[in-house]
Structure formats: C-alpha cells, structure tokens
C-alpha cells in the first residue's frame, strides 16, 4: 500500500471487483458497439428462421460474433454442416493470440488455473480491449472478479439486443428490416478496419472482400476457408517478401 | 429430434469449433510471442475471413435486405466506410452514414 495507493484501484472483495467490472463495461463504448452488432444479428435469425432462444444460447457458449454470423448464415443458406465448422473454427484462430496475451495480466502467483477458464472462455475483442486496458492497475487478487465483471456485462449485453434485434426485426416494414440487417456487414467492415494498423492487416482485408464474392459466384466449395486461407497467406506473403511493417 | 437438432448444430459445428482455439491458448499461453510468425499469419487469415463474411452479407444478402437492390447495398457500404474515415475512425460515424444512405436509397426505389 503506501506509496501505491493512489495509483492502484484497490478492491476490498472479489465482490466490489466483480461489480466495479461490471459498472466499468456498462460505462464503455463497447455497450454501443455490441447493442448494434447483436440487434443486427439478431434480425438475422429472425430472417433465417432461428429461435431467440437459440441465438441466446449460441452467444452465451460463443460469444464472438464473427462466429455466429458465420454460423447463422450457414445454416440459413443450407451449408454442409463440415464446411461451416471449418469456416468458424477459421474465424476463431485469431481468439488464440488473444487468449496468450491476456493471461500474463491474469496471472498472478496465487492464481489457479481453473479460476482462469472463465476469462479464457470470453475472451473477445470487447473483454480483450478493457482487460488490456484497466487490469494492469488492479492488483493481481482482483483481476480475475473484475475481468469476469466486465465478461458478464458485454455477454449479457449481447444477449438482451439479440433478443431486441429479433423481435423488432419480427414487426417491422421490409425496408426497416434490411437497415438491421445491414447492421452486422457495416460494423464489422469498419471494425475490422479500425483494428488493422499493420499493412498485412489492411492487405489481408481487402483480399478477403475480393476474393469471397468471387469464390462464392463461381461456387468453389469451402469459400469462407479458402478466402482467409489465400487471402491471409497472400498478404503475409507478401509482408514477407516487401519486408512491411508488423 | 427435430427441435433438438438446431441446439446441437450450435455445440459441434459452432461452440466447440470456436471454443478450441480459446482454450488453446490458455493450455500453451506461456513462451509465444505476439508478434512471432504464427501468429501474424492467423490474425491475416482470420481478418481476411472476417470481410469476406462482410462481402458475402452485402452481395448475397440475406432476407428483406435482398430487397435493396445490389448497387444500394454496395453504394451504401462504400458511402459509409468512407465517412469512417473522414470521422476520426468513428464505427458510429460510419455504420450511421451507410445506414442512412441504404434506407433514403431504398424509399427512394420504393423497395
């Protein structure tokens, strides 16, 4: 303490922890970008003909909405069931490095490993994001409950938009309908974008747009897999070979 | 049956195949940078994963959205990455404009 008091955030409890993680997430921007993201998805399986139930379930046990999109429009379009596990587990290799930056902020020499599988398991871009952000000021007791906090706020979040994105989508004229459609395409692209800093990232990106209407048009199979696949080794390739910037 | 099937599409073909990599990373988290090579290549084939699902929703759109007709779509979309980076980077800025244009777009072709 002492000297460090005014620096750090010191919880009494895992208790205060957990709730001032949950004050802090509800505080964030991030409430505005999932609200928008899961009402768009959640129009979506409306569209396709998807329960609300199931898309709280799939964003309870998911919970990254790239996957889900992925998921909910597969299985809308018919897909072999093989192909879209392909396509999602795709998607999801990027919540590895994620997952590997995060725990050496987790960690502390008391901690269990069990106590961070909770963490792990909602690990996402919002989490991620705060986590980075605010742990490093908490002493290493706390960090667990309020990094759970933050987790059972966005998770929630999510799912109560899910729920407000399929029954709006449920009443409302055409044209409305397709504006949250268009949700989910508009906030990802610019996501997307807002993340990639490095020039792999951005060559990667426009590669993706490219390439998928292309395969999709000519009806090669596993389109999703083979566009991040050549896309993403195309532009790492070529980060290679012109010596860009990381 | 039937009613159970979509509940266990949702944990072979979407939780468990997502849930892998998360729990990857924590059995390996020590010892990997994160900046090595590996993982530069999957952050470029999920990123480019993650536009091609934006492509695909804007020219095979799904539901009522196919109802706009294509040009809209890609108008709209193109209207409103560029007033993302006009705006600061602003995701709001962005997603506000791109709407705005899709539904003027749309009353205006009476969809």
């Known amino acids: 303490m002492g000297t460090w008091s005014s620096v ?3 919880y009494e409890t895992n208790f205060v922890s957990f709730a001032a993680g949950v004050g802090s997430a509800l ?9 928008g ?17 199931w898309l709280a379930i799939s964003t309870a046990l998911i919970f990254a909405a790239p996957a889900q999109v992925i998921l909910i429009t597969a299985l809308g379009a018919g897909s072999p069931l093989f192909e879209v596990a392909i396509a999602v587990t795709l998607s999801a290799i990027r919540l590895f490095p994620m997952v590997v930056a995060l725990m050496p902020v987790l960690r502390g020499p008391k901690t269990r490993t069990r106590e961070l599988v909770i963490p792990t398991h909602f690990t996402s871009v919002s989490m991620w994001v705060e986590s980075l952000r605010i742990l490093p000021s908490l002493p290493f007791a706390r960090r667990v409950a309020f990094c ?11 799912v109560v938009f899910g729920f407000v994105g399929s029954y ?13 459609l268009f949700i989910t395409p508009l906030s990802f692209l610019m996501s997307t974008a807002r993340n990639a800093r490095a020039a792999i990232d951005r060559l990667a990106l426009v590669l993706g747009l490219l390439l998928a209407p292309l395969l999709t048009y000519f009806q090669i199979g596993l389109d999703l897999m083979w566009t991040g696949v050549i896309g993403g080794t195309l532009a790492y390739a070529t980060h290679r070979l012109l010596g860009l910037r990381a | 049956m039937n009613e159970l099937a979509p509940y266990l599409i949702l ?26 090579q590996i993982v530069l290549w999957s952050r470029a084939v999920a990123t480019a994963i993650l536009t091609g699902v934006v492509a695909k929703l804007i020219f ?39 709407e705005a244009i899709l539904v003027g777009a749309g009353l205006f072709y009476g969809s």
């Open chain 1, 8 to 10: 750090m955030r010191t």
């Open chain 1, 27 to 35: 505080t964030s921007v991030f409430v505005l970008v999932l609200a």
């Open chain 1, 37 to 53: 993201t899961y009402i768009g998805i959640g129009a979506l399986t409306h569209n396709l003909g998807l329960s609300p139930w």
């Open chain 1, 148 to 158: 759970n906090g933050l987790s059972v706020a966005y998770c929630g979040t999510a």
């Open chain 1, 168 to 180: 709006l989508a449920a009443g409302l004229p055409a044209l409305l309908s397709a504006a949250l």
């Open chain 2, 11 to 36: 944990i072979l073909v979407g939780f468990l195949p997502n849930e892998l990599w998360r729990m990857l990373g924590l059995v390996l988290a020590r010892g990997l940078n994160e900046n090595s």
């Open chain 2, 60 to 98: 095979f759109a799904p539901g009522d959205l196919a109802s706009v007709p294509l040009g809209v779509r890609v108008g709209a979309a193109s209207v409103g990455f560029a007033a993302f980076l006009a705006v600061r980077r602003s995701v709001f800025v962005g997603v506000m404009a791109g």
